[in-house]
């Protein structure tokens, strides 16, 4: 249920942000963003990493993955300053894989998610591989 809320949450902010004459724009970013939470939660769960706690498919969370992860891509994407300072740039980066960090760990405390091999460091790495090649993909 906690998935579910944070995907339809998230999926409402991503509608208000993007309107739907964008949608169309943005929609590649949507799917490729799944494709890479998908890939990843499944390397994740194939080596042990981690486990969801709730309805799974083949261990994957379907809300966070399908969900969660396309929205947060869009809005990512959307969102992005339209600064020419690279430094704007990194930070606004850097700010969403602490953000989604965070929100991992918010995750694991509330026994959502369970830590085998995994840890907030190695969160961080990977949201800023995930955001990163949103960015690269776009």
């Known amino acids: 249920m906690a998935f579910l809320s944070c995907a339809l949450i998230i999926s409402l902010v ?16 949507l799917i490729f963003s799944a494709l890479v939470a998908v890939i990843s939660d499944l390397f994740g769960i194939v080596s042990n990493q981690w486990i969801y706690h709730g309805p ?8 966070s993955v399908l ?3 396309p ?6 994407i959307r969102l992005f300053p339209k600064s020419e300072n690279r430094l704007i740039k ?14 991992e760990w918010f995750f694991v405390q509330a026994g959502w998610i369970e830590y085998i091999k ?14 990163g090649a949103v960015w690269f993909q776009e």
């Open 90 to 103: 990194a930070g606004y980066w850097v700010g969403w894989a602490l953000l989604n960090t965070f929100g």
């Open 14 to 29: 991503l509608t208000v942000f993007v309107f739907h004459k964008d949608f169309k724009e943005y929609y590649p970013t």
């Open 118 to 131: 995994w840890n907030s460091w190695r969160a961080f790495l990977y949201y800023l591989f995930f955001f």
């Open 71 to 76: 929205a947060e891509g869009g809005l990512f």
């Open 67 to 69: 969900g969660i992860a």
């Open 56 to 63: 799974t498919v083949g261990g994957l969370s379907l809300w």
